[in-house]
T-cell receptor, first 109, second 116 residues
Framework: GIQVEQSPPDLILQEGANSTLRCNFS?????LQWFHQNPWGQLINLFY???GTKQNGRLSATTVATERYSLLYISSSQTTDSGVYFC???????????FGKGTKLSVIP | EAQVTQNPRYLITVTGKKLTVTCSQN?????MSWYRQDPGLGLRQIYY???????DKGDVPEGYKVSRKEKRNFPLILESPSPNQTSLYFC???????????????FGPGTRLTVL
């Protein structure tokens, strides 16, 4: 099956700093999503982005499908951004969603 | 309010005692799915359903059953739970356009299951 690798596994930021999270995948995808799991365990969909670039406030994401990676940018980080960020993909022709192991982000005041 | 609900939120049970975790969505989504989340392993898909009466295995289906008799409900059944099924379980749903990929997934709040 398709492999998903996220980096870095852990990230500590000072409030106000910017960061880039990376997701590499091993095959062509027809679906790529970024999620945020907050410290209370709730999973929130951030972006549905199988290709191209999207922005939502301080967050933006870019997927370069031909090079098999996606990036999540967080600008002017806030303590509420803390949690785990997951990338999840479906390979072409598949309806299974495979998650990466996530990047744990801690934003300190 | 558009949402995915799961019940119960917390459950402690004993080995071998059949249990069902319910999942319901009010968004008329075709696609529904179950995941388990374990430390160090991330989220892994158990089963998914493309529509009523259409289900398929994910990466870790052993020891689980599902059914999709109604579009809004997708219960997860553990016929004979074992301690290795202790985990955090999530249900999710999304729109699905026939012939194309499904869209963004919406997750329920999670069910924390402990099997003694």
């Amino acid at each position: 099956g398709i492999q998903v690798e996220q980096s870095p596994p852990d990230l500590i930021l000072q409030e106000g700093a910017n960061s880039t999270l990376r997701c590499n995948f091993s095959d062509s995808v027809n679906n790529l999503q970024w999620f945020h799991q907050n410290p209370w365990g709730q999973l929130i969909n951030l972006f549905y982005i199988p290709s191209g670039t999207k922005q939502n406030g301080r967050l933006s994401a870019t997927t370069v499908a031909t090079e098999r990676y996606s990036l999540l940018y967080i600008s002017s980080s806030q303590t509420t951004d803390s949690g785990v960020y997951f990338c999840a993909v479906s390979g072409a022709g598949s309806y299974q969603l495979t998650f990466g192991k996530g990047t744990k982000l801690s934003v300190i005041p | 309010e558009a949402q995915v609900t799961q019940n119960p939120r917390y459950l402690i049970t004993v080995t071998g005692k059949k249990l069902t975790v319910t999942c319901s969505q009010n968004m008329n989504h075709e696609y529904m799915s179950w995941y388990r989340q374990d430390p160090g392993l991330g989220l892994r898909q158990i089963y998914y359903s493309m529509n009523v009466e259409v289900t398929d295995k994910g990466d870790v289906p052993e020891g689980y059953k599902v059914s999709r008799k109604e579009k809004r409900n997708f219960p997860l059944i553990l016929e004979s739970p074992s301690p290795n099924q202790t985990s955090l379980y999530f249900c999710a749903s999304s729109l699905y356009t026939s012939g194309g990929p499904y869209n963004e997934q919406f997750f329920g709040p999670g069910t924390r299951l402990t099997v003694l």
